[in-house]
Antibody, heavy 117, light 110 residues
Framework: QVHLVQSGAEVKRAGASVRVSCKASGFSSGNYVIAWVRQAPGQGPAWMGWISTYTGKRNFAPQFQDRVSLTIDSSTATSYMDLRSLRYDDTAVYYC??????????WGQGTLVTVFS | QSALAQPASVSGSPGQSLSISCTGISSDIGGYSYVSWYQQHPGKAPKLLIYDVDNRPSGVSDRFSAAKSGNTASLTISGLQNEDEADYFCSSFTSSQTVLFGGGTKVTVL
């Protein structure tokens, strides 16, 4: 059973950066793909990107490509999502999830990022 | 990429069946079998309900079923129960190797 535990809520000033972590357990091997999704208040999820431990390959949604970095520390099975140049409309709950073929099998509990100006 | 199109809300009485549609295009729903559905209760993370068009993960009630025809997918909830009141999102893998979500449908049990 895959289990993903994310870091706690963050409050950031506009223009700053934020890092959200996602610690994984329960994968049968060290090869997996972690996706990141965010959900603004009252809206549906929005895809941000994914990173693979198989190949190190990353894929980003166009609207985040210039501001998001995804990394994995394989020694601790922890994934990181860094979002730069925060704007007010980046206020959202950020989720990590395990990407299996084309669906998100297990989800973290979510991390609320609040941006103030 | 535009979000997949879902109705904003649907409602039904306990015991009834209801369906939620999810419409995309040929480069997402129409081109792949990687269509999935998620259930989200208020304040909770989404939960995988259906994957690969019509497959249920272990532990998901067989009251939930799904299908796809062309560029449209659908989720059906049979024998509606109070606990089914939640938001439901569809999703599809795309030709860009990204995942596209629907805007979500709020299910209300009357």
């Amino acid at each position: 059973q895959v289990h993903l535990v994310q870091s706690g809520a963050e409050v950031k000033r506009a223009g700053a950066s934020v890092r959200v972590s996602c610690k994984a357990s329960g994968f049968s091997s060290g090869n997996y793909v972690i996706a990141w999704v965010r959900q603004a208040p009252g809206q549906g999820p929005a895809w941000m990107g994914w990173i693979s431990t198989y190949t190190g390959k990353r894929n980003f949604a166009p609207q985040f490509q210039d501001r998001v970095s995804l990394t994995i520390d394989s020694s601790t099975a922890t994934s990181y999502m860094d979002l730069r140049s925060l704007r007010y409309d980046d206020t959202a709950v950020y989720y990590c999830a395990s990407l299996l073929e084309g669906w998100l099998e297990s989800w973290g509990q979510g991390t609320l990022v609040t941006v103030f100006s | 990429q535009s979000a997949l199109a879902q109705p904003a809300s649907v409602s039904g009485s306990p015991g009834q069946s209801l369906s939620i549609s999810c419409t995309g295009i040929s480069s997402d729903i129409g081109g792949y079998s990687y269509v999935s559905w998620y259930q989200q209760h208020p304040g909770k993370a989404p939960k995988l309900l259906i994957y690969d068009v019509d497959n249920r993960p272990s532990g998901v009630s067989d009251r939930f079923s799904a299908a796809k025809s062309g560029n449209t997918a659908s989720l059906t909830i049979s024998g509606l129960q109070n606990e089914d009141e939640a938001d439901y999102f569809c999703s599809s893998f795309t030709s860009s190797q990204t995942v596209l979500f629907g805007g979500g449908t709020k299910v209300t049990v009357l």
